[in-house]
T-cell receptor, first 110, second 109 residues
Framework: DAGVTQSPTHLIKTRGQHVTLRCSPISGHKSVSWYQQVLGQGPQFIFQ???????GRGNFPDRFSARQFPNYSSELNVNALLLGDSALYLC?????????FGQGTRLTVV | GQNIDQPTEMTATEGAIVQINCTYQ??????LFWYQQHAGEAPTFLSYNVLDGLEEKGRFSSFLSRSKGYSYLLLKELQMKDSASYLC??????????FGPGTRLSVLP
């Protein structure tokens, strides 16, 4: 069975640009969450979606947005990129309590 | 507020035992997770404690004391492949996890 898949795996963007990251959950999982992990730190919660509805939002600016599609896949959008947005962006899906993480998208803003 | 604390780095020798501590302060309690994360890879699930006591799973065990807001991960018979970051995490509801900073464990030959 395929795990959580994220695309792209690596991305380089310029300050001020926008970016869209994609995530496909494990088949049957309806909940998708997004995390930002800066080098050397633990992941920080950004969003959770369940059945296409936002169920939670972390302490991130409005430049960050997300959505979930009818097939439960999800997109994370970040506008007006800053250097500080450089991080590993992790997507996790869940059938209940335990979270299963994808490999992440490494975003570098230059 | 929500806060999870753990040491940032630890070093141990192959074949030894190491204990990674985690203290937490959360407004509610829905259990405590431990994840392993190798450099550049996704976090992978190790253990979940919701009741006090020790949960053993092969070479890895996890302990929880809810009254003390304290957990630890015990790794026995350390192997070189155990060199990784170990993340302590508390779910706040749904899939909103609060993670600690991670403990980077280096296993030396």
């Amino acid at each position: 069975d395929a795990g959580v898949t994220q695309s792209p795996t690596h991305l380089i963007k310029t300050r001020g640009q926008h970016v869209t990251l994609r995530c496909s959950p494990i088949s049957g999982h309806k909940s998708v969450s997004w995390y930002q992990q800066v080098l050397g730190q633990g992941p920080q919660f950004i969003f959770q979606y369940y059945e296409k509805e936002e169920r939670g939002r972390g302490n991130f600016p409005d430049r960050f947005s997300a959505r979930q599609f009818p097939n439960y896949s999800s997109e994370l959008n970040v506008n007006a990129l800053l250097l500080g947005d450089s991080a590993l962006y992790l997507c996790a899906s869940s059938p209940g309590t335990e979270a299963f993480f994808g490999q992440g998208t490494r975003l570098t803003v230059v | 507020g929500q806060n999870i604390d753990q040491p940032t780095e630890m070093t141990a020798t192959e074949g030894a035992i190491v204990q990674i501590n985690c203290t937490y302060q959360t407004s509610g309690f829905n259990g405590l997770f431990w994840y392993q994360q190798h450099a550049g890879e996704a976090p992978t699930f190790l253990s979940y404690n919701v009741l006090d006591g020790l949960e053993e799973k092969g070479r890895f065990s996890s302990f929880l004391s809810r009254s003390k807001g304290y957990s630890y991960l015990l790794l026995k018979e350390l192997q070189m492949k155990d060199s990784a970051s170990y993340l302590c995490a508390a779910p706040l509801g749904g899939q909103n996890f609060v993670f600690g900073p991670g403990t980077r464990l280096s296993v030396l030959p």
